[in-house]
C-alpha cells in the first residue's frame, strides 16, 4: 500500500469517526463543525496532490526537464510546489496569474508558451467543481 493510498484510507476513516461522533447527543457541535471543516480541508489537500501528479504525469520526460530548467531554476521540490498550487486554480487564466505570482519572469523564457499550452491542455480534461 502507497502513502496516497494509505492517507485516503486514513482520511475515510477519520469521516466514519465523526459521523459516529455527531450520533452521540452529547458531544460539543462547535468541536463537530471545527472536525468536518479540518477534514474538508484535508480532502482539497488530497485532490490538489492528485490533480498535480496528473498534470506532471502528462508531460514528457523531455518537458519536464525543460520546464524544471527554465522555469523553476532547476529547483525539483519548487516545481512540484507550483504543481500542487496549479492543481487548486479554477481555470487556465487564474492557473496562469498563479504562475506568475511564484515565477514572475517566466513569460521571459522560451518554454512559457509552452507551458501555457500544457494548462490549455489540461484544464479542459480536468475540470474543477465551483
Known amino acids: 500500500m502507497n502513502a496516497h493510498t494509505k492517507l485516503l484510507q486514513e482520511l475515510n476513516e477519520l469521516k466514519l469517526l465523526v459521523q459516529g461522533l455527531a450520533k452521540i447527543d452529547q458531544f ?24 498535480a501528479e496528473s498534470m506532471k504525469k502528462s508531460l514528457t520526460l523531455n518537458d519536464r526537464f525543460l ?27 487564474e492557473a496562469i496569474n498563479y504562475f506568475r505570482t511564484i515565477c514572475p519572469d517566466a513569460d521571459k523564457t522560451d518554454c512559457f508558451d509552452e507551458f501555457c499550452a500544457l494548462l490549455d491542455r489540461w484544464f479542459p480534461l480536468h475540470p474543477v467543481q465551483a
Open 67 to 93: 520546464f524544471q530548467r527554465e522555469l523553476f531554476g532547476n529547483d525539483s521540490e519548487k516545481m512540484a510546489e507550483a504543481f500542487r498550487g496549479l492543481s487548486l486554480t479554477l481555470n487556465k487564466e
Open 28 to 51: 460539543p457541535a462547535e468541536l463537530l463543525s471545527l472536525m468536518r471543516i479540518h477534514l474538508e480541508n484535508m480532502q482539497t489537500l488530497v485532490d490538489a496532490d492528485n490533480k
